[in-house]
């Protein structure tokens, strides 16, 4: 079931990449496209949340968790205002994972180093 999360991820990933390359080229769907993989991204985001003890990790899933509401409402925002204020949230919501995504991994080494 993980596995099929997983898949779900990278497809939402995919989506969302697609759908702000598609906005250069086909400006009548991008928006359609990037919300469903915001969607995906957010869903499985929450339903691939791993379980730690560490105040640390919980604040970073947390963060990561928010981030992915962020692109969702850029999406939404995608819809409702034609102008680029939705670029903003996108830049916020795309820092919050980059930092987070380097953050759990480097946090993770270092409690399996305090195990061993």
């Not at 496209?33 to 379980?51: D, E, K």
């Not at 990561?64 to 819809?79: E, I, S």
Request: aromatic content about 14%.
């Amino acid at each position: 079931m993980k596995r099929f999360f997983l898949l779900l991820n990278y497809a939402g990933a995919f989506a969302l990449l697609a759908g702000l390359v598609m906005r250069m080229f086909l400006p009548e769907y991008y928006a359609m496209v990037y919300i469903c993989g915001a969607v995906l991204f957010a869903v499985t985001q929450f339903l691939l949340r791993p379980r730690y003890d560490s105040l640390v990790m919980r604040r970073l899933v947390a963060q990561q968790q928010l981030a992915g509401m962020l692109l969702v409402g850029a999406g939404v925002l995608m819809f409702t205002h034609y102008s680029n204020e939705w670029i903003v949230i996108l830049l916020c919501a795309t820092i919050m994972e980059v930092y987070t995504v380097f953050r759990l991994s480097h946090e993770e080494a270092r409690l399996n180093e305090n195990k061993k």
